[in-house]
DNA sequence: CATGGGATTGACT
DNA sequence: GTCAATCCCATGC
């Protein structure tokens, strides 16, 4: 990761919470050094084993029309948290990256449980753990995020995200192609952990 | 002001 | 594999 902290040089040292640095990059590259970091809100922690880069600049992304009032959460300083809402049932969950002003997010698709768990199983009204958190809205089901938490900082607000474990090694990354859209679905912008139980379908 | 679609999920055939 | 749920918000008149 080297690079990764334009302020001091330094990549964030292991466990070390996120600093607004590590999101001030290109979205893809925050995308993709997400993969094994840990997402925390409330006592539940989770690996995140997927995620997905929204720019700006095609036409899948929220920002594309500039910044609507939907969308003026993405244009925020990185480590913004934007969570919106969709199909009408769903909270999904987002961390904005690059400096601000741009409109670009990294979307958390999947998290691999770590603690809390039986507080996920009463949030989500299921039992296996692969089908916890597994999914976009899932995982904002089973860790209790609401609407409430948009524009939240995940730098030093309630939801955390923290740089790989002390002696966990670098994923096996595998990249392919976003889903669940229309638009721009040619981009190879979807980050998971090749082989991991918990990515969502 | 009215309308239609969507970065999904879970239940059902 | 198919389909409804359900509501914010972008778009158009």
Request: aromatic letters at 6%.
């Amino acid at each position: 990761m080297a690079g990764c902290d334009p302020q001091d040089g330094r990549p964030p040292a292991p466990g070390e919470r996120l600093a607004t640095a590590f999101y001030a990059r290109p979205v893809v590259e925050v995308a993709r050094d997400l993969i094994g970091c840990t997402l925390v809100y409330q006592g539940a922690r989770g690996l995140i084993v997927e995620t997905e880069a929204y720019h700006q600049k095609e036409p899948a992304c929220h920002a594309f029309n500039g910044p609507t009032p939907r969308a003026q959460t993405l244009f925020a300083a990185p480590g913004t948290a934007y969570v919106y809402f969709s199909y009408g049932v769903h909270a999904l969950l987002n961390a904005v990256a690059e400096p601000e002003g741009v409109g670009a997010a990294v979307l958390i698709r999947a998290l691999q449980p770590v603690a809390g768990v039986q507080a996920m199983r009463e949030r989500r009204k299921r039992d296996r753990e692969t089908e916890l958190c597994s999914g976009p809205g899932k995982l904002t089901q089973a860790l209790g995020v609401g609407l409430g938490l948009n524009g939240s900082s995940l730098v030093d607000g309630p939801i955390g995200v923290f740089a790989r474990p002390v002696g966990e090694s670098a994923p096996l990354l595998k990249t392919s192609t976003r889903v669940g859209i229309t638009k721009a679905t040619e981009l190879e912008w979807r980050f998971s952990q090749a082989e991991n139980p918990h990515l969502s379908r």
